[in-house]
């Protein structure tokens, strides 16, 4: 959840990408701890992130008199983290195309697809969080709309329109359980998954692929995420699995 001073309301208007706000004035991330995934950028303890309609406009600290010169919506991110989300052709219009699947970074002119998640103070890297537990994200957005907040979907948000995979057969299709029944995982025939989470259905949708003991979870929301199977066992998401019978 989004600690006090987040406001999440103020992203409402950002869920439509026809909305006038969407359209109009930026969006200012402020003071968080922003993972650039640039080499010769790091990790900045205290910055901001800058949007412009699809793109990023700016990264680094002190944007902020700037950007409210420009009638930016300014969101309080202390305690928060930035993390690039997939880039992609799926990210929509006016983003920037990449590989399906490849992490982007956050710089100048590339796409506004990123996260904005809770800052651990320990434990696994942020990017890894969100991998594994998207439902924790506070916000995520792809080419500068709103696809999720507080953890669940924002409403209107429409599903990833990018190609679908090919037919998928071998064992490991079928309905997958977790040890302790929270979490129901269904791997059709068609490279589609369905998840239910605690009695909630369809909690997660998207597309998967298998290679060997790998398996590859592109969720329509954009996220993606990572499984092997291991002796009859589905290890993903920090989640034992196991099968109870086949679709």
């Known amino acids: 959840m989004a600690p006090p001073a987040f406001d999440t309301a103020l992203l409402e208007p950002y869920r439509s990408p026809a909305s006038p706000a969407a359209a109009g004035r930026p969006l200012l991330f402020a003071h968080a701890r922003v993972h650039t995934f640039d080499p010769a950028v790091g990790d900045l303890a205290d910055a901001d992130v800058l949007t412009a309609g699809a793109e990023v406009a700016g990264v680094g600290p002190g944007l902020r008199a700037a950007a409210e010169a420009r009638g930016a919506v300014v969101l309080d991110c202390a305690g928060l983290a930035v993390v690039p989300a997939v880039a992609g052709p799926a990210d929509g219009a006016g983003a920037r195309e990449r590989p399906a699947g490849r992490i982007g970074g956050l710089a100048p002119g590339g796409p506004a697809t990123f996260a904005v998640v809770p800052a651990p103070a320990s434990g696994p890297p942020v990017l890894e969080s969100l991998i594994w537990r998207p439902e924790n994200?506070?916000?995520?957005?792809?080419?500068?709309?709103?696809?999720?907040?507080?953890?669940?979907?924002?409403?209107?948000?429409?599903?990833?329109?990018?190609?679908r995979p090919s037919a998928v057969d071998g064992p490991h299709l079928g309905r997958w359980v977790d040890d302790t029944g929270f979490i129901v995982q269904d791997l059709a025939p068609g490279g589609r998954y369905d998840e239910a989470r605690g009695g909630r259905p369809h909690a997660y949708q998207g597309a998967f692929w298998i290679a060997g003991d790998r398996i590859v979870y592109r969720d329509d929301l954009g996220f993606w995420a990572y499984g092997r199977f291991c002796g009859g066992v589905l290890h993903h998401a920090g989640?034992?699995?196991?099968?109870r019978g086949r679709r």
């Open 137 to 163: 994200a506070v916000a995520v957005l792809a080419a500068g709309r709103v696809v999720l907040l507080d953890g669940r979907p924002a409403a209107g948000a429409a599903p990833w329109s990018g190609p």
């Open 239 to 243: 989640y034992t699995f196991r099968r």
